[in-house]
């Protein structure tokens, strides 16, 4: 404990709470467009205990804009990096696949750069409007 | 208006406390901004989206009344109604969560059947009541979509009143306080060390009489 002074403690445990507040629904682990296709109802276990669905819809836009071998390589949700005080957002991009779709999301060529596409804000307005459920915000903080 | 924090002791390690106080709180003021921001554009969207919705069902409902009304006058209201009856059936819908930045927002989604008949006889009725009963699955369709959209703009706007109040405690009270206090902080040692100078310089000329 400091000196009478629990500014310096609180202000960390609500940092960190905040970031875990922020980062709750990120889920345990990603399923592969194929597999949720075949589920009854598409989802995954978030870490905080909690279901995040899958649209139907949503599946069946993906699927229609990539091919079936493809299908079996994207791993949804997409995840899109919030970095504080940065202007543009970044899609983290493992494969080929994520950023073909962003591509033909945005019907426009992307560059990766260290495994990540950079989004600006009316991009990444557009790609959440139209992969609500199928993509997810990460926030990070370097503490 | 900008609040001193009472320091109990005005010492170096003190003053190294606060500014990394400072350092923490600027973070967290941008990380907040950030989050701030993104749920501004998400509920900005979710309106747009509502507006849109809202329009269309009530297009859809205006259209559907219009087919259920020639319907009606094709077939009379007593047949109509026992083919209705006969077409009743239960409706699921598919409820879960999203989390658009730490907020819990519903998802609903009309589960279709496979079934491609709708209960009514096909020989008994005409094309006039499929036409109704098209309309009126895509108004149900519709009116899920608003729930969604409705009960998530509310909760996204419960939470941006929330975060804002956060930013302008740090941006307006927590921040400048910090601030202010490093500030008297610095003065106070500049103000020692003058002290200190002047003290030395006194035992130097009172040495020096001796």
């Known amino acids: 404990m400091d000196s009478g002074l629990p500014y310096e403690s609180i202000l960390q445990k609500y940092l960190t709470g905040e970031l875990r507040v922020l980062n709750a629904h990120l889920p345990g682990s990603q399923k592969l467009l194929s597999d949720l296709w075949d589920e009854e109802y598409p989802h995954v276990l978030c870490n905080d205990g909690s279901i995040h669905l899958f649209k139907r819809k949503e599946l069946k836009y993906l699927a229609g804009l990539i091919d079936a071998d493809e299908q079996k390589m994207l791993s949804l949700p997409i995840l899109i990096e919030v970095s504080a005080g940065r202007t543009e957002m970044a899609v983290l991009c493992p494969g080929e696949v994520e950023k073909k779709v962003i591509q033909k999301v945005l019907d426009m060529p992307l560059d990766v750069r260290e495994g990540r596409i950079a989004l600006y804000r009316p991009q990444l307005a557009l790609v959440r409007r139209l992969l609500r459920t199928t993509t997810q915000y990460v926030f990070s903080a370097q503490l | 208006m900008s609040q001193l924090i009472k320091v109990t002791r005005p010492t170096k390690i003190e003053l190294i406390k606060l500014r990394r106080r400072l350092t923490l709180a600027s973070r967290i003021q941008k990380l907040i901004k950030d989050r701030v921001s993104i749920l501004v554009m998400e509920f900005l969207q979710i309106a747009g989206q509502t507006v849109e919705v809202k329009k269309g069902l009530l297009d859809d409902f205006s259209a559907m009344y219009k087919a259920l009304s020639l319907a009606a006058g094709y077939h009379g209201y007593i047949a109509l109604e026992k083919e209705l009856t006969a077409s009743e059936g239960g409706l699921e819908v598919v409820a879960g969560l999203r989390n658009i930045g730490g907020v819990k927002i519903p998802a609903f989604e009309l589960k279709k059947d496979k079934q491609t008949l709708r209960g009514y006889s096909l020989i008994d009725t005409s094309s006039w009541l499929d036409r109704t009963a098209e309309l009126s699955e895509k108004c149900l369709e519709a009116v899920v979509e608003l729930a969604e959209l409705q009960r998530g703009m509310a909760q996204l706007g419960m939470e941006i009143n929330r ?39 006194r035992v130097k000329v009172l040495l020096e009489r001796k």
Do not use: C, W
């Open chain 2, 163 to 201: 975060t804002k109040r956060i930013v302008n405690a740090l941006e307006h009270l927590i921040i400048p306080g910090l601030q202010a206090t490093i500030k008297y902080l610095n003065m106070k040692f500049e103000e020692r060390d003058r002290e200190e100078k002047s003290r030395l310089k």
